[in-house]
Each structure stands twice: as C-alpha cells, then as structure tokens.
C-alpha cells in the first residue's frame, strides 16, 4: 500500500457539508437528512474526518494500524510503531525507552501504526496521555478467557426500564461505600468488556478535554500536533487543533439512545457494562487509583523487566496523588477523570453505540471483508435507512465519505443502506432491521414492497 493511502484526512468531497444537506424530523423515522438543493450523482454530501469514539476488536488490535486503520488481511510487517515507543519525549520522563541497553516495556496500550507518520497523527488528536490510560485500562484486561460465572442473567422479558434504573441505582449505593468501591479496583475485564470500556474511555477523555476549560496542550503534545500535521502536509492549526475529535459531547449524546431496546436483545450486557463502569471507576477516579500505581510488569505478564520495576518503584514526578494533576510516565499531566466517569454519562455512551455506530470494514468491501471494530460519527449518524439507497457510504482511512449513487432533487430525503439489504426479499430485509437496529423499516422500497408481498417472501 502506498503511503497516500494512510492520509486518513484525505477525503473528497466539500468542506462544508451543510451547504448540501439540512436535517428534517419525521414523526415516523425522526431526524433525516434531505437535499438543500438538486446534486448529480456522485457527489460527496458529508464526510467526517475521524468519528467520536470507536473501539478496534482485540484480534485484530495488532493488525490494524490504530490510526488510518489499514489491515492487510491479518499481515503484520507493515505496522512499524506501537503506542509511543519511540516518541521523543522533551519532559525527559520517558520509561519505555532503552535504558542501560534495554528496551524497558509496560504493559502495552493496544496501539499499533504504520509509521511515524500515523503515530504522530494519532498523538496529535488524543494527546499522549490517552496511551498512558490506554495502558491502565489494558491492565484490567483478564490474561485468560475464562468462563463467566454468571448464575441467572436476566432473560430478555424481564428487562424493562424500571429494572435496568434498579441495577444501575444499587450500583450508585454501592459506590458510596468505600470499602465497596476499592474492590473496584482491582476488578477485571474480559475481551469484550475491555474493548467495550476502550469505547467508552475515550468517550469520556474527550468529554472530559471539553469541561477542562483550563486544560492547555502540553509543549510535548503541541510538539507532536505540529510535527504531524507537518508531515501530512496538513494545516497545523484550527481544523487539526488538539480538541479535534469531529463532534462535541453534545453532538454525540444528541443521538438516538437505545439502551432497552439493546438490552432486551441481549440481557447479558447489562451486567458487562455495570463491570464496565466500576473498573472505569475504580482505576480513573479513585484515589490512589492505579493510574498512579502504573508500574511495568514481570516478564512472565508481557515483557516485564522486574529490574526496572525496583530501581523505579516510586518513579521520579510520579504522584501517588488523589487523581488530580497526576503525572504520566512520559511527563504529561494525566488529566482527572473522575467528574466525567458518572452513570449517566456511562449509560449515556452505551446506549449510543446500538443503532448509530458504523462497523469499521476491512476495505475494499467485500462478501469477506473482515468487521474490524465499530465507531460512532455523530453527523453521519442522521442518515436514515432506505433498502434502495440514494446514498452510499465510503471509507478512508479512519474517515467516512457519503457519496450520492444517483441524481437526486432538491428536497429529497438522503438515506444510505444501514446492513446489506440489497438482494433480500421484504420480510427478511424488516428481519434484519427489527434485530439488529431496533426498528421496523418505512422506507419507501419497503412500503411499495409490503403491498405486494407474497405471504412467505
Ligand atoms: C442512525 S439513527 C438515524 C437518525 C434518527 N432518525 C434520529 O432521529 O436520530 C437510526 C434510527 O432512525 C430511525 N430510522 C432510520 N431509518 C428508518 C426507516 N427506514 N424506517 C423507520 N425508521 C427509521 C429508527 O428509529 C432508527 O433506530
């Protein structure tokens, strides 16, 4: 693959996406995106450069690059970076880096990239200390898969929304509980709760950058905002500014929440994402929280170098601090989560994710292409579903392209196809959208369809 191919940023299509589109609520299919003016086919209605949150499955963690998210059909030799080996540090504070002729390695934060390239792009937009809680987060993650000893899960008829609030209140009373809540810090996680808390956790550090008014780049992070954009020939301020994530809090938020209807397609979750919650909350907003204690581990746990970990026990400009002003390995200040890590946040990014995240395909697109992970785009998240789309979705690199696949009038709705609808008949096609995305399709194939359905089609 050519390097060109890595520039996540370069999308076609007009920068201002309004000037196309207008958003229109409808009392059936809420917001929807139509036309402010007639476009020819093949024009690009909207893109969005990087999506708000996303998480990258762990089996293919270190086959993807973490930032233009290229695979190479689970190839790995083209991944030259991991998480921020190598980046220079001007705090001097580096721990990963050769000391007395050793690599020194922590735990690693699941990060791999092309090159330098990626690395600094991807540092750039979430800042290193992002790794940093990467990192923390990943020392949850469970060594072995073991069976769940989950007596009675709840069985989908018993989840009504009284029951999951009950859940999520005995979690809050717990949480007053000091004793209670140090337990959480030692809590666990499994793949597919880690991967989830990873969506969730980024969600939170950007919600977070936000509120922190005060919060200012460090000169390491600017360092590294500049060099990339440098790099990619890209602007090096304003629309790659740090605080860049293409969508604010509320933009994401203002989506349609479906947590019933998810948890009642799978009770289960609801357990995983109270887990979810504590370990967030037992490692980034408690006092002395591990954020703190991060330590590299033995080599029997992921290249540990034991040594390293007695000659820097108690690391110099590193706080055992009550979670404000901490200080990351690399020098950073690791901002404080705790005031962003509340329930309802927490629910709040869960219930997002059904129904409004876009898988991240393996490109080109293919019957075999490979579902890498899922990230949620909160202005693409207004298209609305048709089962013979005018819209078409692209994907470049960690960014999307909506692209018109005909001519289409001033006025008309812009709809894109939500699953692989085409080719299946009415009652399959509402089968699909019912289970997987909650709702019972209206578009006008669909209408036209199920007047003339055969009973059995
Ligand atoms: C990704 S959101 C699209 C934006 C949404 N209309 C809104 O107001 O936030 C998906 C939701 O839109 C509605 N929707 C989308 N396409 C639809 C369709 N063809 N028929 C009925 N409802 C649809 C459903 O409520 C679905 O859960």
């Not at 609030?165 to 996680?189: G, P, S």
């Not at 019972?440 to 009973?455: L, R």
Request: glycine share 8%; net charge negative.
């Amino acid at each position: 693959m050519s390097p060109a191919k890595c520039a996540s940023t370069n999308i076609p299509g007009p920068r201002h996406e309004n000037d196309l589109l207008y958003i229109k609520t409808d009392v059936h299919t809420g917001r929807t995106y139509h036309a402010t003016d007639d476009i020819p086919v093949g024009s690009t209605v909207l893109r969005a450069s990087t999506p708000y949150t996303y998480t990258i499955w762990k089996q293919f963690r270190n086959e993807v690059c973490a930032e233009c998210w290229r695979y190479e059909g689970g190839r790995r030799t083209f991944l030259k970076q991991r998480d921020d080996i190598g980046v220079t540090n001007p705090a001097g504070g580096a721990n990963r880096m050769i000391r007395n002729g050793t690599r020194v390695e922590t735990i690693g934060a699941g990060l791999w990239f092309c090159d330098e390239g990626c690395q600094g792009a991807w540092i750039a937009r979430e800042g290193m200390e992002t790794i940093t809680l990467f990192r923390v987060l990943e020392e949850a993650r469970r060594k072995k898969e073991e069976g769940k000893k989950k007596p009675n899960p709840l069985e989908a008829a018993q989840i009504t929304a009284d029951i999951v609030d009950q859940a999520w209140t005995m979690v809050c009373d717990k949480e007053k509980n000091l004793k209670e809540r140090k337990k959480w810090r030692n809590l666990q996680l499994d793949n597919f709760e880690t991967d989830m808390a990873r969506y969730v956790l980024l969600a939170l550090i950007h919600l977070r950058r936000e509120l922190e008014e005060a919060w200012i780049p460090s000169q390491n992070q600017q360092t590294q905002a500049t060099d990339a954009c440098i790099r990619r020939n890209l602007p090096t301020d304003g629309r790659h500014d740090l605080r860049f994530w293409g969508a604010t809090w509320n933009d994401f938020t203002t989506l349609q929440h479906n947590e019933l209807n998810h948890l009642r397609t799978y009770p289960k979750l609801l357990e995983d994402q109270i887990r979810i919650y504590k370990v967030l909350k037992g490692r980034f907003a408690e006092s002395n929280s591990s954020m703190s204690d991060h330590k590299p581990v033995g080599p029997a746990d992921e290249g540990v170098n034991r040594e390293e970990e007695q000659n820097h026990g108690a690391r110099p400009g590193h706080h055992q601090g009550d979670g404000i002003g901490k200080t990351a390995d690399n020098g950073d200040m690791l901002m404080d989560l705790g005031s962003a890590i509340t329930i309802d946040n927490v629910r709040a990014i869960f219930s997002v994710d059904p129904g409004n995240s876009f898988g991240i395909w393996e490109v080109p697109l293919t019957e075999e292409s490979e579902c890498l992970g899922f990230a949620v785009y909160p202005r693409p998240s207004f298209f609305n579903h048709h089962c013979s789309p005018n819209v078409n979705k692209e994907r470049y690199g960690r960014g999307l392209a909506f692209v018109t696949t005909r001519s289409v009038r001033a006025g008309e709705e812009l709809c894109i196809s939500y699953g692989h609808a085409e080719g299946m008949g009415w009652r399959q096609r509402q089968k699909e959208l019912r289970e997987g995305w909650f709702f019972e399709c209206s578009c006008g194939k669909c209408i036209v369809d199920m007047s003339t359905v055969d009973e059995g089609t």
